[in-house]
Nanobody
Framework: QVKMVESGGGLVQPGGSLRLSCTGS????????MGWYRQAPGKEHELVAV???????NYVGSVKGRFAISRDNAKDTVYLQMNSLKPEDTAVYFC????????????RGQGTQVTVSS
C-alpha cells in the first residue's frame, strides 16, 4: 500500500523557517494533486497548500506569502517551505493526494510535528 513519508518538522521560534519534505513509495506525486495538510490538537485537519499535476498552486489564506509548495517529480517528493512562522502554525503536518472534494485520499504517513514557540 502506498504511504507517504513526511519529514522536516521541529521546534522553531516565531519568525523562523522550516522546510518539510514528503516522499511517496511509488510514483504518485507527478500524477496527482498533492497537498500539505495540518492538524492542530482538538481541531479538524486543514488543507494548507495544493499543487496540481499541471502545476497550478493554491494556498489557504492564512499562509499566503509565507509558505511555498513545490514538487520534484524525479524524486517523487513534494516540499513545503515555511517562512515567517507563527505560533498558530503549530500542528502536525502531513501530505496526501488531494481528492476532488479537497479531502485527503488516505495515503498519508505519520506526519511531522511543527512547533512554533519562543
Amino acid at each position: 500500500q502506498v504511504k507517504m513519508v513526511e519529514s522536516g518538522g521541529g521546534l522553531v521560534q516565531p519568525g523562523g523557517s522550516l522546510r518539510l519534505s514528503c516522499t511517496g513509495s511509488i510514483t504518485i506525486v507527478s500524477r496527482n494533486a498533492m497537498g500539505w495538510y495540518r492538524q492542530a490538537p482538538g481541531k479538524e485537519h486543514e488543507l494548507v497548500a495544493v499543487i496540481r499535476s499541471g502545476g497550478s498552486i493554491n494556498y489557504v489564506g492564512s499562509v499566503k506569502g509565507r509558505f511555498a509548495i513545490s514538487r520534484d517529480n524525479a524524486k517523487d517528493t513534494v516540499y513545503l517551505q515555511m517562512n515567517s512562522l507563527k505560533p498558530e502554525d503549530t500542528a502536525v503536518y502531513f501530505c496526501d493526494v488531494v481528492t476532488g472534494s479537497g479531502e485527503p485520499a488516505g495515503y498519508r504517513g505519520q506526519g511531522t510535528q511543527v512547533t512554533v514557540s519562543s
